[in-house]
């Protein structure tokens, strides 16, 4: 009997450490063409601008479910009623941004909007920006974090 609740603790314990569901995956997923264009960098020793054109074209390669709606510099605290790309999200409170818009701190690209469309949910996700070291010169590049649906 200990041994089931001891097991019962340890996969409620990995649940609530690892996260759930698609936002986890969603979070993963954008990371990780983020990263493979950092790892690219460093074997080539030279940097491209990151953008959300290229994020989304890299993305769906590796999720066809996952589609960016919006970019902006506050939160979205509304889903779109698109499932495509707009510049243009009934009452937004803040600036959004084209697809072309280097993803840097000082362009002020804070937040993405991501459509899953296997789930058909809406989320919100934060943007920060790390920097990784290439010949000797410091470049910035985007990290997604918090993900939350949104109505």
């Known amino acids: 009997m200990k041994k089931?609740?001891?097991l019962a603790l340890l996969l409620v314990m990995v649940f609530v450490l690892t996260g759930c569901g698609s936002t986890n995956k969603l979070v993963t997923a954008l990371n990780s063409v983020v990263d493979d264009t950092v790892k690219k960098w460093k074997d080539k020793g030279?940097?491209?601008?990151?953008?959300?054109?290229?994020?989304?074209g890299d993305l769906t390669k590796?999720?066809?479910?996952?589609?960016?709606?919006?970019?902006?510099?506050k939160e979205f605290e509304r889903s779109s009623l698109s499932t495509l790309y707009t510049t243009d999200v009934e009452a937004y409170k803040g600036t959004?941004?084209?697809t072309m818009r280097a993803m840097l701190s000082e362009n002020k690209v804070n937040y993405v909007m991501v459509y899953d469309a296997s789930t058909k949910k809406y989320y919100n996700i934060e943007i920060d920006y790390k920097t990784v070291k290439i010949n000797e010169v410091k470049e910035e590049y985007p990290h997604f974090s918090n993900a939350s649906e949104i109505d």
């Open 62 to 73: 590796i999720n066809e479910n996952y589609y960016i709606i919006a970019t902006g510099d």
């Open 4 to 6: 089931y609740k001891f």
């Open 96 to 98: 959004t941004y084209g």
């Open 46 to 56: 030279s940097v491209t601008v990151i953008t959300i054109s290229g994020i989304q």
